[in-house]
């Protein structure tokens, strides 16, 4: 069975920072695809990220950018210069086929 | 083009209660899917579809029960609450076995007492 930890279950940044959280998943499979979504108190899943395991290029989208290590089983997400709307909970997850694995998430705190 | 809508946003319901989820995307989506979210669990898939007719378990489909008569719809039953059954629930659909993004509902909080 595929599973998704998430080793960091609260992270602080201070506002215009730079953090990374971690992500790990277990899995036998070479074919598969993996994201990070982010959850803001008003409870809506929005997808952050995505990358396919069969790119060795790390997935960027402006100010997120993912460090995937395929042999490792690692992608993490590095949010640069954090702003206030970025404090949320932050899901990595896993897909095969049709089953999306989620981790348990970071919550992410930014200061101002 | 609404996305995806889940109905009701807020439930209370006693145990032993039935109720429907509701779950409808108007963007033609085959694959369909009902999760739930609980505290340091993050979120755990109950129930799927890939088509109209076609439904499969997840991985904590107990105490659920769905239907997927048409590609547009597809509601989750409780057939007699339990306090466990406590959760946000949220629908998700995508394009096909290939498609990348999953399209969340904005999630239902159902309580149990």
């Known amino acids: 069975a595929q599973t998704v930890t998430q080793s960091q279950p609260e992270m602080s940044v201070q506002e215009a920072e730079t953090v990374t959280l971690s992500c790990t998943y277990d899995t036998s499979e070479s074919d598969y695809y993996l994201f990070w979504y982010k959850q803001p108190p008003s409870r809506q899943m929005i997808l952050v990220i995505r990358?396919?395991?069969?790119?060795?290029q790390n997935a960027t989208e402006n100010r997120f950018s993912v460090n995937f290590q395929k042999a490792a089983k690692s992608f993490s997400l590095k949010i640069s210069d954090s702003q206030l709307g970025d404090a949320a909970m932050y899901f990595c997850a896993y897909r095969r086929r049709n089953k999306l694995v989620f981790g348990a998430g970071t919550i992410l705190r930014v200061k101002s | 083009n609404a996305g995806v809508t889940q109905t009701p946003k807020f439930q209370v319901l006693k145990t032993g209660q039935s109720m429907t989820l509701q779950c409808a995307q108007d963007m033609n989506h085959e694959y369909m899917s009902w999760y739930r979210q609980d505290p340091g669990m993050g979120l755990r898939l109950i129930h799927y579809s890939v088509g109209a007719g076609i439904t499969d378990q997840g991985e904590v489909p107990n105490g659920y029960n769905v239907s997927r008569s048409t590609t547009e719809d597809f509601p989750l039953r409780l057939l007699s609450a339990a306090p466990s059954q406590t959760s946000v629930y949220f629908c998700?659909?995508?394009?096909?076995?290939?498609?990348?993004?999953?399209?969340f509902g904005s999630g239902t909080r159902l309580t149990v007492v």
């Open positions: 998700a659909s995508k394009i096909g076995d290939r498609g990348y993004g999953y399209t």
């Open positions: 990358q396919e395991a069969y790119k060795q």
